[in-house]
């Protein structure tokens, strides 16, 4: 099998490390990128590894990383856009400050990586980007507004982009994740709303007493999920949305049923409203 060239975004834990490390031991090459490289828990740059700086939020960082690993690998197989955090909090408890550092690294970081590889990839004609979403991306949870509108966003981005990159042989695969055993819970990465409102207090308490509970023992396996999308990025049909672990088929399938039965008891009403 030929060697695949992996360029993946927030390698210095979780599930971008279990990317990089399965994609390694798989015998492909790997752009591990991180905020800052140096935390990044893998042996030294050698002829298969290249770790690089890179913020998403800087779309120069994000250029300057692509130049990198086109010169050190000659191609870019394998985007991951993995860098992500959960902004927490009612919606109004979340500031627009938080609001708007929560859509540049979930949004707008993932747009810089994106356009700075997406010519990469239009060159070779070839091409295969890994978008991770969430099960938030997919249903709307209450005390996760702001985390989920980001992963709607990257939904409905990934999905259009899809289409736009089909003729060029660039297939994209949005990744919708229910809860993995990750540091994603732990205070150096969720974040939560600074402000407080005594009406949601009681709410949002049992909230994060629920996520705290969570933290570190979510059932999905980050290794697993590694494994998964190895072997999808060597698949001819990997599909549009992959459902990671067994909370997320779950919840795409009542979501779907859902969409479903709604569509159909208001049909009429719908099309009411089309020009008599
Ligand atoms: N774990 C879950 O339950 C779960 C569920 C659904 C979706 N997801 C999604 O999966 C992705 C990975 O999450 P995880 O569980 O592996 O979380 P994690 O253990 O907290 O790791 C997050 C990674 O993102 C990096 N990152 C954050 N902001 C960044 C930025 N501005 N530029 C570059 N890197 C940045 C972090 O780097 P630093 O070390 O520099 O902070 C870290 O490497 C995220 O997009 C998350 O939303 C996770």
Redesign the pocket.
């Known amino acids: 099998m030929i060697s695949k060239v992996w360029f993946i975004?927030?390698?210095?834990?979780?599930?971008?490390l279990e990317i990089a490390k399965a994609a390694l031991t798989a015998g492909d090459r790997v752009v591990a990128t991180?905020?800052?490289r140096s935390?990044i828990p893998l042996p030294s740059d050698d002829r298969q590894l290249l770790m690089l700086d890179?913020?998403?939020?800087s779309p120069g960082q994000a250029e300057t990383a692509a130049q990198a690993a086109v010169e050190r690998f000659g191609q870019v197989d394998v985007l991951v856009n993995?860098?992500?955090?959960?902004q927490l909090g009612t919606f109004e408890e979340v500031a627009v400050e938080e609001i708007e550092a929560q859509f540049s690294?979930?949004v707008f970081?993932l747009f810089n990586v994106t356009r700075a590889l997406l010519p990469v990839m239009r060159k070779q004609r070839r091409g295969r980007i890994f978008n991770?979403s969430?099960?938030a991306g997919i249903a709307g949870s209450p005390g996760a507004s702001i985390y989920c509108a980001s992963k709607f966003a990257v939904e409905g981005f990934s999905e259009a982009l899809a289409a736009e990159l089909e003729e060029f042989g660039i297939d994209v695969t949005i990744v919708e994740?229910?809860?993995?055993r990750?540091?994603?819970l732990d205070d150096?990465?969720v974040r939560h709303a600074a402000a407080s409102i005594a009406d949601y207090a009681q709410a949002s308490a049992r909230r994060k007493a629920a996520y705290d509970a969570r933290n570190h023992s979510?059932g999905?396996d980050?290794a697993n999920l590694a494994s998964a999308l190895l072997s999808l990025a060597s698949s001819g049909d990997a599909p549009l949305r992959f459902a990671a672990g067994s909370p997320a088929v779950e919840l795409v399938l009542k979501k779907a049923e859902g969409l479903l039965t709604e569509v159909t008891r208001f049909r009429e009403l719908s099309v009411s409203t089309d020009w008599q």
Not at 9 to 16: A, C, L, M, P, V
Request: charged share 15%; net charge positive; aromatic share 8%.
């Open positions: 975004t927030g390698s210095s834990r979780g599930i971008g991180a905020r800052d935390s890179l913020d998403v939020t993995n860098a992500g955090y959960g690294t979930n970081g991770l969430s099960t994740p229910g809860p993995f990750t540091n994603f150096r990465s979510q999905g980050p």
